[in-house]
């Protein structure tokens, strides 16, 4: 891959760019997007000082449970208040449609060297009930695809590296698995010239691998009696989703998670959407991740770069708060509902690539 200059080119050439997770092709292109359809009523809003503060180490398990039922809402408010409908509208009006504003996208990108980064799950494909069905669409792996030709472009996900690739299955990407802890370049058969192959660019947790497996095995053996619970190993951390068990024995499972840790102090626990994520206490996450491709690439100084991330979790706001600190770059959160964000713009869900194309 070279680090030639990429200008996007002029609306009526059109590229085959998607900005709606599978990065819609309106973002380039001068076909108007279809309006976005309303939101379902009611939403909820989370202040991460107020999340932190529930989930100190030592703090109490109904906290944990009272922040899952925050950001993992099992059901949607039948009705919606005039105030929850003034405070939406002030949301969008702050994160605007990325497919409304993609004229102003575009004119903000002209010249510049746009590098992709894309999350999975929640925005690449839909959060289901089974992890290891998470599948993206034909439609939507092309979208990748053709952003791939175009622009460097890169997957960060809490998925292991092998998993995601091999719901990708696109050999011309970065691959950033472990939220960041795993990254490889494109496959050697990918690259233009044999100088650009990097293979595995970046493994910082390595000496954690022994304990994050002996924890997964305890886990699995501590977790079975709680119907739907579901322990994933991605390598270099281990999630334990809730998305298929009951509401009422979320408190449970937490305190099951939470004992195991209590043997293994450079562990750390998190929580993403549905998702209870087990993490090496190192300072690495999405936003390292981001500024590490970009060094690679060589784009770290550059004032001609142009970084796109999209994502939909509380794991992504480590991403957009690095773009919003470099004051370069555009954050695009996945989200039906309002919530705090350092994104510039909002996307409703991964499925609205497909109703533009």
Not at 81 to 86: G, R, V
Not at 118 to 146: H, K, Q, W
Not at 272 to 278: A, H, P, Q, T, Y
Request: proline share 6%.
């Amino acid at each position: 891959m070279t680090n030639q200059n990429v200008v996007v080119p002029n609306a009526r050439k059109g590229v085959d760019i998607t900005i709606a997770m599978a990065l819609s092709k309106s973002l380039f292109s001068p076909v108007v997007p279809k309006p976005l359809p309303a939101a379902p009523g009611g939403y909820f809003t989370i202040s991460r000082k107020m999340f932190a503060k529930k989930t100190e180490t030592g703090g109490k398990t109904n906290s944990w449970a009272d922040s899952m039922r925050d950001s993992s809402p099992t059901r949607v408010k039948s009705t919606t208040s005039l105030s929850e409908i003034e405070e939406k509208n002030t949301w969008i009006v702050n994160h605007p449609s990325a497919l409304n504003m993609f004229e102003q996208i575009v004119n903000g990108s002209k010249g510049k060297q746009i590098v992709m980064f894309l999350d999975y799950d929640g925005t690449l494909s839909p959060i289901v009930e089974d992890p290891d069905r998470a599948f993206m669409t034909n439609e939507m792996r092309e979208a990748v695809r053709d952003v791939a030709r175009y622009f460097p472009t890169a997957i960060v996900t809490g998925r292991c590296r092998d998993k995601v690739y091999s719901f990708v299955r696109l050999a011309g990407l970065y691959y950033a698995g472990s939220h960041g802890m795993d990254i490889k370049g494109p496959s050697k058969n990918c690259c233009r010239n044999i100088k650009d192959y990097q293979g595995v660019l970046f493994q910082p947790a390595s000496e954690f691998l022994p304990m994050i497996d002996e924890v997964y095995n305890v886990l699995l053996e501590r977790t079975k009696h709680i119907p739907g619970a579901r322990v994933e190993d991605n390598k270099f951390c281990i999630s334990v989703h809730f998305r298929c068990v009951e509401e009422k024995m979320w408190a449970a499972l937490v305190e099951q998670v939470r004992s195991v840790l209590k043997g293994y102090p450079k562990l750390r626990l998190t929580q993403g959407r549905k998702v209870l994520e087990i993490r090496p206490t190192i300072k690495w996450d999405k936003g390292k991740a981001l500024e590490f491709l970009l060094e690679s690439l060589g784009y770290a100084n550059s004032t001609d770069v142009l970084p796109v991330y999209i994502g939909d979790d509380r794991t992504d706001e480590d991403a957009f708060k690095v773009l919003r600190n470099r004051g370069q770059g555009l954050g695009i959160l996945v989200s039906k509902v309002p919530k705090e964000t350092n994104a510039s713009y909002s996307l409703q869900e991964p499925t609205e690539a497909s109703s533009v194309i």
